[in-house]
Nanobody
Framework: QVQLVESGGGLVQAGGSLRLSCAAA????????MGWFRQAPGLEERDFVA??????????RYADSVKGRFTISRDNAKNTVYLQMNSLKPEDTAVYYC??????????????WGQGTQVTVSS
């Protein structure tokens, strides 16, 4: 059973930085790409933010809205994926979730979502 625990969110002023973490369990972490998604206030869908492959090449993919500002990374020894967020904007305000991806960095999520971590960026 997939278990995901996101942390590191908070309230930050525009231009600030946060580092999110996601501890994963219940599946073979080293065998899957991992992604970050976010759900903005008042919206039902979760939008893709970033993904990272499981191979040594650590191939990454980003949403256009976060390119150059966010960096995804992973530590397979700790079963943890990170999202470094710099130059934050008010429109980055959302609940952030991580998820394993079946099919690589463009794959689909599987398993249950975690509780997410709230990121609020004030102007």
């Amino acid at each position: 059973q997939v278990q995901l625990v996101e942390s590191g969110g908070g309230l930050v002023q525009a231009g600030g930085s946060l580092r999110l973490s996601c501890a994963a369990a219940g599946f073979t972490f080293n065998n899957y790409a991992m992604g970050w998604f976010r759900q903005a206030p008042g919206l039902e869908e979760r939008d893709f933010v970033a993904a990272i492959g499981w191979t040594l090449a650590r191939i990454t993919r980003y949403a256009d809205s976060v390119k150059g500002r966010f960096t995804i990374s992973r530590d397979n020894a700790k079963n943890t994926v990170y999202l470094q967020m710099n130059s934050l904007k008010p429109e980055d305000t959302a609940v952030y979730y991580c998820a394993p991806l079946r099919g690589g960095i463009q794959g689909t999520t599987f398993g249950s979502w975690g509780q997410g971590t709230q990121v609020t960026v004030s102007s």
